[in-house]
């Protein structure tokens, strides 16, 4: 990131400043910012928890997980600077008179006030009536929703309908950290900057496409929040359908967030029903059994400590998605997402169509297609697989399959890859909300899974097991392999 002239001073207010997501991801991404020169001077950071510390006392907090998980070496010039900005307010975030701390906190302070819920969406109503309570909500204030928002389409609908009351759209910014990584943002460059593939991003030229989000991790001891949700709801409905809207969307007219937001909405809308008349030819769900990863042995879902032993809640799952429109009428996009797969592993393949016609029979009698790599982790980067001549005198003309790799660590060594946090915290400070979820996106992405949810229920039918350490049910393979496809592993 480059060093640019500092945003307007803001209150950058964190309730749930002690929880996991602020600890690991919000405040070192602060500080990257304010390494780069990118926070105001005059900015302040406000922790909002419940615990009652001093503001020492939370400084020494944020000094622990900035020396934790900042990996680059901390400057200690920096880490002054960015340390005197905090102070703590102790808040019960449900009580609305507790929210006369942190309005005198606050009361001195004419800057922009950016409210970050880093807690659970049941309690974003609760947040809400308390800064109106206080007094707290202007024009220009902006507040930071943490997906998923709701368990449903009805559940979300009432979430967004509490914060709506307080805000308006324009200052709520619905964060799917997918959204920040430089290689999924790459995507924008890639399909409308280089004619090679905007010219051939449609039905005529590619066969399908996968996308996959693999997870070695189990569920890490969130049993109370995993088993509510699973794999579809947690993966699927928020990160897997973003990538899969910015792969499939029609060209915006321009980088603003109202077109970029609209052309998204309208491949989410586009795609095909998955209901209980189709449930078992689209999709695959599987739970974790015993197995080992990595040569160590490791417990199926079922038998995690705290586990509910008939629990039917799926940690993989598999659907043949399909978008109904003139670009993407008969291309697939098969989604994968798992959790104890034997590697951390996101990536979306673009299956480009065979030649009609092979003039290199004689060393080669299959062509295989093109395909296109995007690696969003680990080592991010992009990859062409094409066919190539080999060097030499040989009377016959032999040609192999080699790949055009874009590596993002090699080709920009002397460049950090920021983290999502860090491009997403910059855009909220910069009052662009381009890379955030519009209503309308969250709620057209529930109707569909909700759909699928749906579905899955009315069979009754237990998610299949799959062994840790493997890429999913035995049916998955069957899912694409319907289709004359495999999965690229």
């Known amino acids: 990131m480059n060093k640019l002239d500092c945003q307007s001073a803001s209150e950058i207010v964190i309730f749930g400043a002690l929880g996991d997501l602020s600890r690991r991801k919000l405040l070192p991404a602060l500080y990257q910012l304010d390494a780069c020169g990118l926070i105001n001077e005059e900015s302040r950071i406000v922790g909002v928890a419940r615990n009652e510390h001093t503001d020492e006392e939370f400084k020494a907090t944020v000094l622990e997980n900035i020396n934790t998980f900042v990996k680059e070496s901390v400057d200690e010039s920096v880490l002054a600077r960015f340390m005197a900005r905090f102070v703590y307010v102790k808040l019960d975030m449900k009580e609305v008179s507790d929210y006369a701390n942190l309005a005198a906190t606050l009361a001195t302070s004419d800057k922009t006030r950016v409210y970050y819920f880093s807690t659970p969406p049941v309690i974003y109503g609760d947040i809400c009536d308390g800064l109106n309570h206080a007094n ?31 805000f ?13 990584k430089e290689t999924v943002l790459n995507l924008l460059v890639l399909r409308f900057a280089n004619s090679l593939f905007t010219n051939n991003w ?16 189990g569920i890490e001891g969130r049993w109370g929040f995993y088993d509510e949700a699973g794999q579809m709801r947690d993966m699927i409905q928020n990160h897997l359908l973003q990538i899969l809207s910015l792969l499939a969307m029609e060209p915006p007219r321009d980088l603003s967030a109202e077109s970029i937001r609209a052309e998204k ?8 029903p998955i209901d209980r008349s189709n449930i ?3 999709t695959v769900r599987g739970q974790y059994a015993d197995g080992f990863l990595n040569g160590v042995a490791v417990p199926g879902y079922l038998n995690e400590e705290g586990a509910n032993t008939v629990s039917k809640t799926e940690t993989f799952v598999a659907i ?55 690696r969003l982790q680990p080592d991010e980067g992009v990859e062409l697989q094409m066919m190539n001549k080999i060097p030499g005198i040989a009377s016959q003309m032999n040609i192999q399959e080699n790949k055009l790799d874009l590596s993002f660590t090699d080709t920009y060594n002397d460049r950090r890859v920021i983290d999502a946090y860090e491009r997403l915290m910059l855009e909220i400070l910069n009052g662009n909300q381009s890379l955030f979820v519009s209503r309308d996106e969250v709620e057209a992405a ?27 049910p035995v049916s998955s393979i069957s899912l694409i392999a319907r289709d004359d496809r495999q999965w690229v592993e």
Not at 136 to 165: F, Y
Not at 172 to 179: E, F, K, P
Not at 204 to 215: G, K, L
Not at 446 to 468: F, G, L, M, Q
């Open 136 to 166: 707290l909500i202007a024009d220009n204030d902006r507040v930071v929703m943490e997906k998923p928002i709701g368990h449903c389409l009805e559940s979300s609908r009432v979430i967004n309908n509490q914060v709506s009351r307080f």
């Open 168 to 180: 308006n759209e324009n200052q709520i910014y619905r964060i799917d950290h997918y959204l920040g």
């Open 202 to 217: 449609d039905r005529n030229s590619i066969d399908h496409v996968q996308i996959t989000v693999a997870e070695s991790v």
């Open 265 to 272: 909405l309208k491949a989410v809308k586009a795609l095909c």
């Open 280 to 282: 078992k030819d689209k």
């Open 320 to 374: 043949k998605a399909e978008i109904d429109n003139w670009r993407w009428s008969g291309v697939p996009f098969y989604l994968r997402t798992g959790k104890r797969m034997p590697v951390k592993h996101s990536e979306i393949v673009v299956h480009f169509k065979a030649q009609p016609h092979n003039i290199f029979k004689e060393s080669y009698s299959d062509l295989p297609a093109n395909k296109l790599t995007i």
């Open 446 to 472: 529930w109707t569909w899974a909700d759909s699928i949810i749906d579905a899955w229920h009315a069979t009754n039918e237990k998610p299949k097991p799959y062994a840790v350490g493997s890429w999913g």
